[in-house]
Structures are given as C-alpha cells and as structure tokens.
C-alpha cells in the first residue's frame, strides 16, 4: 500500500491519560499535516510540516499537544493529559510540494475516544 | 462567521436527480477552491478544483465566484454511489495547502 497510513486506527484511553499517533505519508512527500475532525464538522488545520521543519501550528493546538517529525518521514502526534474534548478523528495528509496542481492525500485517520 | 459555510442538509434525491450545493467563504484573499467527497467514517478525498471559469468532471460541474465569495457543485443523474458528505474546501495560503474546510453537506441518494 502506497497510500498515507495512520496508526492506531482507533484509540479509547481514559481521560489523563496521554496518546501518541504515528503518521506515515507517501514517500516521496515532502510535506506532511495533521487535521482534526469532530462529528458533523469538516477537518481543522492543526499543524503542518515540511520535510522536518513545522512551519505553522494552529492555535487548537494547545501546548498538551505536540507533533514531531523527526528525519521529515514519518510524525508523531501526541496529546499530553486527554480530556474528553479531545475525542476527534485525527488525520494525517502528505503532498509533494509543487508550484501548482498540489494535491493533498489523506491517512484514513486514527478516531480518539477519551472516557 | 466559519470561514467556510454550507447548507449541512441532508438533501435526500432520487436517482437521476440533479442536486446543487452551495458554499460561501468570508476570506476574500482565498487562493484555490476544492471539492472533497467524504464517506462514512472515511477520509475526505479529492472530488475536483474548482476554477473562475467553472469546470467540469463527467457529471460534476464545480463554479466559483469571486466576487460574490461564492463555490457550488452540481451534481446530474445521481447514483446510489453519489450518497456522502461532499466538503467546500478553500486553500487560505500561498506556497503550501491550508485547506479550510465547511462542516460539509450530506446527500442521500435513493432508489
């Protein structure tokens, strides 16, 4: 599969609790970004990569939040102390960056629950 | 104001109806302009751009208005298939994709 993958796909924790998601993009892509989407809403821009630098952070992502990607491969989100807020999809998308044309590729995201 | 605004629906059609959503966005310095189809617990994948100049995929014709801040999609002879949540979806930034999304239309398409 040469798609974006996400892992876990699914994630219940207590409230508290802290989680951490991994994101696999498309390999050549260069840029890499994590939504998040609650029920009955579109996706939020939560932050964006590009190769290993994070260019822009939403402020819905509070300081509990933080989001790696270390060698510009694959990122890390974690979430530090949940609460139940927190319950989302979370999802990951990766483009290679063009000048135009560019188009982003979603993981089929990891759904937090947070009890 | 949402940045992006649609009718939440749900539109519930027939087969072979046409069906139109519309979108505004508040953002008038917005640089491009999507249709993302999302399925039931699945990832939004992209339906088609949409251009000043409007376009067209098979049974999907996308037109934008600049002026009046504005995006529909319009969908002919549905299918059964056509049944998801369809999101306006507007690029804020230059140089890389901050897409902004609506909360997203429903359409139930049946026999």
């Known amino acids: 599969d040469t798609g974006v993958s996400q892992d876990p796909r699914h994630k219940i924790t207590k409230r508290g609790q802290n989680v951490t998601f991994r994101c696999d993009p498309i390999s050549e892509h260069n840029r890499l970004y994590w939504y998040r989407q609650t029920l009955g809403q579109g996706p939020e821009f939560l932050t964006y990569?590009?190769?290993?630098?994070?260019?822009?952070k939403s402020r819905l992502l509070s300081d509990r939040f933080s989001a790696e990607r270390p060698k510009g491969s694959f990122s890390t989100l974690e979430i530090q102390r949940t609460e139940q807020g927190d319950s989302a999809m979370y999802l990951c998308?990766?483009?290679?960056?063009?000048?135009?044309?560019?188009?982003?590729?979603f993981g089929s995201g990891t759904q937090l629950s947070v009890l | 104001r949402k940045e992006v605004e649609q009718d939440p629906g749900p539109f519930n059609v027939p087969e072979g109806a046409t069906v139109a959503f519309n979108c505004t966005y508040s953002?008038?310095?917005?640089?491009?302009f999507f249709w993302y189809r999302q399925d039931c617990r699945k990832e939004p994948k992209l339906l088609m751009s949409v251009y000043s100049s409007g376009n067209e995929d098979g049974r999907f014709t996308a037109q934008l208005n600049r002026a009046s801040q504005y995006i529909s999609l319009l969908i002919r002879d549905s299918k059964l298939s056509d049944s998801a949540t369809y999101l306006c979806?507007?690029?804020?930034?230059?140089?890389?994709?901050?897409?902004?999304f609506g909360a997203g239309t429903r359409l139930a398409v049946h026999p």
């Open positions: 990569f590009q190769n290993e630098a994070q260019l822009e």
């Open positions: 998308a990766s483009s290679l960056a063009r000048t135009t044309n560019e188009k982003l590729f």
């Open positions: 953002n008038s310095a917005s640089q491009s």
């Open positions: 979806v507007v690029n804020m930034e230059r140089g890389y994709n901050k897409l902004i």
